[in-house]
């Protein structure tokens, strides 16, 4: 199996399972207790928050959650009153969440980067929250979060930015309020997440109970799931350059093995290059995932964040249904090998034509 799907999450980093283990296997006191086991947790979540703050901004806390999705829920309902604006590329968990508030939803251009103008006029007085998204989960691109953050500033708003994609991969920005990020795109461990609250900022609590969380979040902590996290932030940062290098040379030498008939969604200078959106005319993407089932990658018609919707990414930058249902997904990263790589792609790409020969 070649995997390709790094967007939808990571392989799970020897070093965070090693650290994991013991946590699951006979130290597993609870963290909020107080007798000695229990302090050997929390001083193991301890170190791991440290760990994951080691990728944000100073000046700010690092608080749990079950996923980037609670993250995101709690920062969108938990600021006071007053408008919400937002970008109409962002993932469900936002625009699902802003709906239930006073929202205006941004449009974006055909390289999915919203328009600083638009934006400028948008963000008023009256507006309590500006949420971005800083690399896009469906097609890479990255948008201008430090801008935007200074426009919320300036209107007496707070930023919320969407890292989940970026963190560990991109620099996330000094001006952000909130930042929402998940364990498992960074090679850490599936169900914990965390919302980073610049000091200062006061979010009313999401969930009511205990208020383990230093911003008011209820919940017992896993310090397996923290420990593990901690550690795959901890090399997410040692190998901050190496990463971005690989990945960027996986994308150069993915386009060039490519022929033009392939053409890249999003922005291509504005963009992780570990996110490659790809349509190519005429495609059945459901026969090619069908013809190709020992190499995973993503539809990119469909809504990454796992509904079954729409890509609504795709129709925000301006795609056709039929382009949308031609397109597809390939994310790579620090496991993958460009020998690898290259050999799922010329797969792919002969898959691809024989399609347009049997037509």
Known sequence: MIYLD??????????AFAAMRPWLES??????????????????????????AGLLPEHGDVNFTSGA??????AIKGVGPGRI???????????????????????????????LDLARASIRPGTALVSAMLVNNEIGTIQP?????????????LFLCDAVQGYGRVLIP????????????????????ALWIRDGVKLTPLMHGGGQESGGRSGTLSPALCAGFGVAARIAKERFGADHAHAEQLFRAALAH???????????DHRYHGNLNLRLEGLDVARLMSDLRDIAFSAGSACASGSGRPSHVLHAIGLSAAEA?????????????EDELIAALTRIDTAARSQKVAA
């Open 6 to 15: 790094y967007q939808a999450t990571t392989p799970l980093a020897p070093e």
């Open 27 to 52: 130290n597993f006191a609870n963290p909020h207790s107080a007798h000695a086991p229990g302090r050997a947790a929390k001083a193991a979540v301890a170190v791991a928050r440290d760990q994951v």
């Open 69 to 74: 999705t609670e993250a995101l829920n709690w």
């Open 85 to 115: 604006v937002t970008l109409a590329t962002e993932h469900a968990a936002v625009l699902d969440t802003a709906a239930t508030r006073d929202v205006e939803v941004l449009a974006v251009g055909p390289d999915g980067r919203v328009d």
């Open 145 to 157: 979060v430090a801008e935007l953050a200074a426009m919320a500033h300036q209107v007496g708003a």
């Open 174 to 193: 000094e001006e952000c309020d909130l930042i929402a990020i998940s364990a498992h795109k960074i090679h850490g461990p599936k169900g914990l997440g």
């Open 258 to 268: 490519l022929g033009p008939e392939w053409v890249l969604n999003g922005s291509e």
């Open 325 to 337: 249902r031609s397109s597809i997904r390939l994310g790579f990263g620090r496991y993958t090998t």
